[in-house]
């Protein structure tokens, strides 16, 4: 029995590579072994790191994924390392993450362009005061976790990604766009 139509959460993420995918899983089980902070380590196959979120939508607008698309196909970013080198959660929730110490000026740079183009495309946005890169790793975490240094992991960005996420499924990658070399 069903609660009503699937609600799509659409998204545009940094998507790791399987073996960085299964690094990441691995440090957050270290940390979770060494600090057993309660809440729910998230799978794997869900661990990204969000750029621009568009919301929350009973179907999927046609129009807005055509925004979507046409806004990212103007993305001209080149390729750039991103290195996750620290773990912590944000004040008043209950996600901890994996996430860079300081943020690499290309991450930066597709995150502002990304934005720009899809408000030139009409795609409305969830309005971030800033960005702060991370991959969430454990969600209903009831306490703190202060910024803490890990060995860092290597994360060779060469793309990005849209994503229609719902509730109990498998994230679908919509499309994927290359960054320059």
């Known amino acids: 029995m069903s609660d009503g139509p699937q609600m799509h959460r659409l998204f545009f993420a940094l998507w790791p590579d399987d ?8 440090e957050a089980a270290r940390i979770e072994g060494e600090l057993s902070p309660g809440g729910r380590r998230l799978h794997a196959a869900r661990l990204h790191m969000t750029l621009q979120f568009l919301g929350d ?20 970013v080149s390729s750039f390392a991103l290195e ?13 993450w994996l996430g860079p110490t300081a943020t690499p000026a ?20 969830r309005p971030a005061p800033a960005f702060s890169p991370h991959v ?35 994230y679908r990658i919509i499309e994927r766009w290359p960054l320059q070399w």
């Open 57 to 76: 939508f009973a179907s999927l607008p046609a129009a807005l994924l055509d925004g979507a698309c046409a806004a990212a196909a103007q993305i001209r």
């Open 106 to 125: 290309g991450l930066q740079e597709l995150w502002e362009s990304l934005g720009i183009a899809l408000r030139q495309h009409d795609v409305p946005l």
């Open 136 to 170: 969430s790793t454990q969600r209903n975490v009831p306490r703190h976790l202060p910024a803490t240094p890990i060995a860092p992991l290597s994360w060779p960005v060469h793309d990005f990604v849209l994503v229609d996420s719902q509730s109990g499924q498998p």
């Open 19 to 26: 073996g960085l995918r299964h690094s990441i899983d691995e």
């Open 84 to 96: 996750l080198d620290g773990a912590g959660s944000f004040r008043g929730s209950n996600v901890w």
